[in-house]
């Protein structure tokens, strides 16, 4: 499916992943962004500006705190409002938590549960009702779904309803040949996941995967860029990408 003058709607999408996303479908697939993000950082504008004078496509920026169904109902709104239409979803949204299970709090389980789980679910729920025909809706999860290991019960658990509602997402759309899937990456070399791991972790998890390294951003957005262009035969689906860190 080619991009060019299509939209794609990016939750985060301008920082970390969702910016590295949202750079290569402008560069090489001349798509027309909607760039979610929670809080302003002060570069969002100049950010967008780069965009849109270096690849000469549309974009617009949409700031607001997600976390309930109304919250996602007025960002889909709103895109539809000022780009004429959706074509691809992708949901950026996340929060981790690395601690014992007998000590995280209720708080803290609810913040996730509300971050990881019910933003998801209204996000796809969304995107069923709003994405054009023959489109695309991503969610990005993580390869902690296929480790077996401790002090991560809350954010695997969270996640790990994202991949259930993905593949019941995917068969209601069929008849409307829009393709849902998860990309799962490893650990990866954010501010996300250094404030979670102590150095000795950092190196464990680099010790296991390709080239000694933690997942770049820049291995992931090629693959949802793909999920959005050529991969229109894949739906329903987690895809693993972790240098070897771990295979479902």
Not at 9 to 31: M, R
Not at 110 to 122: G, P, Q, R, S, Y
Not at 174 to 198: H, K, L, S, W
Not at 207 to 212: G, H, P, R
């Amino acid at each position: 499916m080619s991009l060019s003058g299509k939209t794609a709607l990016i939750t985060g999408g301008t920082k970390n992943l969702g910016k590295i996303t949202a750079i290569e479908l402008a560069s090489k697939e001349k798509c027309n962004l909607f760039l979610h993000h929670n809080s302003n950082q002060g570069d969002e504008e100049a950010f967008a500006k780069e965009l849109r004078d270096k690849y000469g496509v549309k974009v617009e920026l949409y700031q607001g705190k997600l976390g309930s169904q109304a919250s996602l109902t007025q960002l889909f709104d709103a895109a539809v409002e000022r780009m004429g239409r959706i074509d691809i979803a992708i949901n950026n949204v996340g929060k981790v938590l690395k601690k014992p299970f007998t000590e995280v709090t209720e708080e803290e389980f609810d913040e996730m549960d509300l971050v990881n789980n019910k933003v998801a679910f209204f996000f796809i729920s969304e995107s069923m009702k709003k994405v054009s025909d023959g489109g695309r809706i991503i969610t990005l999860v993580t390869s902690l779904l296929a480790v077996y290991t401790p002090f991560y019960p809350v954010y695997q658990g969270t996640k790990a309803a994202v991949e259930y509602y993905t593949k019941a997402a995917s068969k209601e759309l069929m008849a409307r040949n829009i393709t849902v899937n998860c990309v799962a990456p490893g650990p990866m070399d954010t501010p996300f996941f250094y404030a979670q791991e102590t150095p000795e972790a950092v190196e464990f998890y680099k010790s296991n995967a390709l080239q000694q390294r933690l997942t770049d951003t820049r291995d992931i957005a090629p693959i949802i860029s793909f999920l959005a262009t050529n991969g229109g035969w894949i739906t329903g689906q987690v895809i693993f990408a972790n240098g070897g860190l771990a295979a479902n």
